[in-house]
């Protein structure tokens, strides 16, 4: 979907108007702008003047057949939103009709890990050896692990941490720009921030110091660990430590974040706090733009959900009726 830069068919000054109202509001919107300018591009390949309609939708719609159900649903939702958008000042304007779009795919629910797991997962780790790009291997994925389980870290961030961002006198974490484009701080556990100070000290045994990547090899020369690169390490430790998920899969990197998660609200159910009241604070540390991102691990978190099953019961009791003895015979 790369090439188009510009938008250039009848309905293209809307679309910039709108992408840049989104990029205003602090998003990337980068992804959104490259389906915008293909739609805006076939537009273009049907003639000059070319409005979108329900027609030209649908014929758009048609050179994504090769794609996933899922895929095709973002892209057309991504015009969906545009529409809306237009309708405000054009309000007899064409917008999608979401009944026709792919079926939501259903999403993969997230293993959660067990203290047995991660322990497990360490042991794995601490075997390791080191080799000419990663003398720092062992070390290097025992951070990885520690840190993702215990501050629910996404990859992204954790690959983007530089020794900088450590404040060992606060035994904090700086995330800066993240996701959304929401920096925080993130406080350390004790054992979180002991692990650090103890990669810190072999690191600079065997590396420079500096303002560099807190992850890092040596492949041509000192550099952070990729997403991608981190996540085959660590897939390989799940496979070595065997752990599978319920389905028999190896677990994904981000299903360490939801178990921090769901230790964060398990560890507040036992201490008798509101979980409920907690989640902005939850919300706040995990860098979510929103509560509403949080309140989807409630789901996951197995005594609140008896709990509000328990409350629905109650309630539901208090307005069933008894049928009549004529109905029941």
């Not at 293993?111 to 070390?139: C, K, M, N, Y």
């Not at 290097?140 to 961002?165: K, N, P, Q, S, W």
């Not at 420079?208 to 952070?224: A, F, I, K, V, Y």
């Amino acid at each position: 979907m790369r090439g188009h830069t510009s938008f250039c068919s009848l309905l293209g000054p809307t679309m910039a108007r709108y992408v840049r109202v989104k990029q205003s509001l602090g998003r990337q919107y980068a992804v959104e702008r490259d389906v915008l300018l293909h739609l805006d591009h076939f537009l273009v390949s049907l003639g000059h003047g070319v409005e979108l309609s329900a027609d030209t939708f649908a014929q758009w719609c048609t050179t994504m057949a090769h794609l996933s159900p899922g895929v095709r649903r973002n892209r057309m939702r991504i015009v969906r939103n545009l529409c809306l958008y237009r309708q405000r000042n054009e309000p007899v304007c064409f917008v999608p009709d979401r009944s026709g779009f792919p079926d939501p795919h259903q999403p993969r629910r997230p293993h959660l890990f067990t203290q047995e797991e991660i322990a497990r997962l360490l042991r794995v780790t601490d075997a390791l050896l080191p080799h000419a790009h990663s003398p720092l291997h062992r070390e290097v994925f025992r951070l990885a692990v520690v840190l993702l389980y215990t501050t629910g870290l996404r990859r992204g961030e954790l690959t983007r941490l530089t020794i900088a961002d450590y404040d060992a006198a606060e035994r904090t974490l700086r995330i800066d720009a993240t996701k959304f484009h929401k920096s925080r701080l993130v406080p350390l556990s004790g054992d979180a921030a002991r692990e650090i100070e103890d990669y810190l000290q072999v690191r600079r045994r065997l590396l420079s110091s500096g303002d560099q990547p807190l992850l890092c090899n040596c492949s041509r020369g000192l550099r952070p660990y990729t997403g991608a690169g981190l996540a085959q390490g660590l897939r390989e430790l799940f496979r070595s430590a065997r752990i599978k998920t319920s389905t028999g899969d190896l677990p994904r990197v981000h299903d360490l974040r939801h178990s921090f998660a769901h230790q964060a609200l398990l560890r507040w159910y036992r201490e008798g706090v509101d979980v409920q009241a907690k989640l902005p604070a939850l919300a706040i540390y995990m860098g979510h733009v929103s509560i509403v991102s949080t309140q989807h691990y409630l789901a996951l978190f197995e005594p609140f959900a008896q709990k509000a099953d328990e409350l629905f019961a109650r309630h539901a009791q208090s307005i069933v009726i008894d049928a009549p003895e004529e109905c029941a015979r």
